[in-house]
């Protein structure tokens, strides 16, 4: 997981899309009222915005934690259905992968880590993606804010892999205002992307207002009689830190002041959401539309996030950094105004939304995920009894396990979790373990936040818990239940039968932006042969320094550091 400096709000003012003043709460600007959508339905398709919010907190919405402003998100899910046994994965591209996709990281080989910019690797071009399923039942499909599924080769660009137009970033992080990023020392570029073609344009202009004015274009540019899909990736909350002044304001009582950007960057999104509802409104797709919010991955602490009372953060698979927020808000859905428990994961909204659209399930790929249309719509039992959470055999390996460990069933060193029923195991090095509060004191001298936490314990391979009656993970009990731990551990052995080689090819240094004019893009030709396979072996060469990246380059040791005391 990359690490950027923490850095200031911008002085840049937020060029603002102008707000509108009618009553966005109204059930549509038509007054006609439309039958919830229902299966047998004969009714029109189903427009679908799904947003996706970046690096957000468990503990960082208004719903779970009034001192974070988000009263648009607070009303839609109230309205709506709010998921609260939702789950996503921890780090950023193995969500947006099993998003897109409907499967789990195993069946795709992006089980390690995320797709970082100088590497040649992309969601394999073999995965039929959900846009491209949405295109076959008929759709218009527009992707707005950050990909981060690899782009080395035009074919792997999201215009190449179901989108007919895209607006945002290919990597993972840059500036919100200048869209620069940095790969390394010396390897920086700009990162904002207008279709195939680099938008240079656009910099100066704070990407979560400039995202949602490019939704509200699309919106005001089509017609709702045609079904529309947009994917909204946000690049918020994630660093760097930089919100407009305006926003920050609000939290000014926030002695920390990592914790007060993050919280304003968080409002300035719901703000966005906000006016992305509204233009849904005004150009009349409200009634017939579908709205969808989840998170990527759980909050980091270090750079302001929170996902108290969870146990964990960004990068574990404790709690924290899996269990995302997550709510749907539709006229179409027939009981509104619901909290479910039912099991979600990422993977399922790939058969949900292509079920309810419509599209033809029976010609897709195998996949991990379940159509939970009716379990979001009526309440009804969801299908799902399990979850692989992912099996990594490239990360480090945990000192304290072993194939004794694991009744020789499996490798209890190897990272690895799963969700059964009730029952959640752990092997391996699940990662930095504490319950972490709020940190909205000031920052303690010579330190980057406060100390406010639990110690978890001894250290072990195996970890047993019953999530349902203990969700903030404070009870380790394999010792009482063995025959649990038996039976999880050879479901891990099972999926790690039906698992693909690891895709993590060494960077290329093709890949450098100076030689590609200044921007980060493409760099391989479309005919050259693939050679990802089997190829782990991180590439290590000699950098060239900036000031700005031994900067970077230090914060990134401080984290290592602090990620390395780790259960």
């Known amino acids: 997981m990359a690490v950027y400096t923490l850095t200031g709000f911008s002085l840049v003012s937020l060029l603002s899309f102008g707000y509108l003043s009618w009553d966005w709460m109204k059930p549509g600007l038509t007054g006609k009222k439309v039958p919830p959508l229902g ?13 996706l919010a970046d690096d957000q907190g468990f503990h960082d919405i208004g719903y779970h934690n009034s001192d ?5 998100m607070d009303r839609l899910a109230a309205e709506g259905v709010r998921l ?7 780090i950023c591209t193995p969500s947006r992968s099993q998003l897109i996709t409907g499967r789990y990281q195993i069946h795709t080989g992006l089980q390690h880590s995320i797709i970082r910019p100088r590497q040649p690797n992309c969601l394999p071009l073999d995965q039929v993606t959900l846009p491209q399923k949405l ?37 993972g992080s840059t500036d919100y205002y200048t869209y620069d990023n940095c790969d390394g020392p010396g390897i920086c570029g ?57 926003y920050i304001y609000r939290y000014r009582s926030f002695g920390n002041v990592a914790r007060r950007k993050y919280a304003a960057m968080v409002t300035c999104m719901d703000e966005a959401i906000k006016n992305i509802t509204l233009a849904l409104k005004r150009y009349g797709y409200y009634n017939n539309s579908l709205l969808i919010f989840s998170t990527d991955n759980g909050g980091q602490p270090f750079w302001g996030g929170n996902n108290w009372p969870l146990r964990g953060r960004k990068g574990t698979y404790w709690e924290g950094g899996i269990r995302g927020l997550g709510f749907v808000h539709s ?35 195998l996949l991990d995920g379940y159509n939970l249309w009716p379990t979001i719509s009526e309440g009804k039992r969801s299908p799902r009894t399990e979850i692989l959470h992912n099996i990594d055999p490239l990360h480090s390996h945990a000192r304290f396990g072993s194939w004794q460990e694991g009744h020789n069933l499996w490798n209890t060193a190897i990272q690895a979790a799963i969700r059964m029923g009730d029952w959640k195991l752990l092997t391996g090095d699940p ?28 250290r072990r391979s ?27 551990l050879a479901r891990l052995a099972f999926y790690d039968s039906t698992s693909i080689p690891v895709r993590y090819p060494a960077d290329d240094p093709r890949a450098n932006p100076e030689l590609n004019g200044g921007a980060w893009g493409p760099w391989a030709s479309e005919d050259e042969e693939d050679q990802l396979g089997n190829e782990v072996v991180k590439h290590k060469s000699k950098k060239k320094s900036c000031k700005i990246c031994k900067l970077k380059s230090f914060f990134k040791k401080l984290n290592t550091r602090i990620m390395s005391n780790r259960i």
């Not at 027939?334 to 599209?359: C, F, Q």
Request: charged fraction near 20%.
């Open 39 to 51: 299966r047998g339905s004969a009714r029109a398709k189903p427009h679908i915005v799904f947003i």
């Open 331 to 365: 006229p179409l859905i027939k009981k509104k105004r619901r909290v479910s428990n039912s099991l979600m994961h990422i993977t399922d909204w790939y058969p949900t939304l292509v079920s309810l659209a419509g599209g033809n399930m029976t010609e897709s790929p």
């Open 84 to 90: 609260e046994n939702y789950y996503i994965q921890p």
């Open 462 to 488: 195996v970890w047993l818990f019953n999530i349902t009656a203990d969700p903030y993970e404070r009870e380790e009990i394999s010792a009482k239940h063995p025959k649990v731990v038996r039976k999880l």
């Open 431 to 458: 990662g930095y373990s504490d319950w972490v509060p709020p940190q909205t004191l000031p920052t303690l001298p010579g330190s980057w936040w406060n100390l406010e936490r639990q110690r978890a314990g001894h």
């Open 190 to 246: 700009f990162d904002l992307h207008d279709g195939e073609n680099v938008a240079w344009e656009y910099s100066g202009k704070y990407s979560t207002s400039l995202y949602a004015q490019k939704v509200t274009k699309i919106l005001a540019t089509h017609s709702p009689k045609e079904p529309l899909f947009i994917y909204v990736a946000f690049q918020a909350v994630h660093t760097p830190l930089q919100s407009p002044k305006e």
């Open 135 to 171: 295109q076959e039942a008929g759709y218009s499909t527009h992707m707005i804010g950050k990909w981060h599924l690899g782009f080395y080769k035009k074919e792997c660009l999201p215009t190449r892999r179901g989108f007919d137009t895209f607006f945002g970033t290919l990597t």
């Open 68 to 72: 974070i402003h988000t009263p648009t």
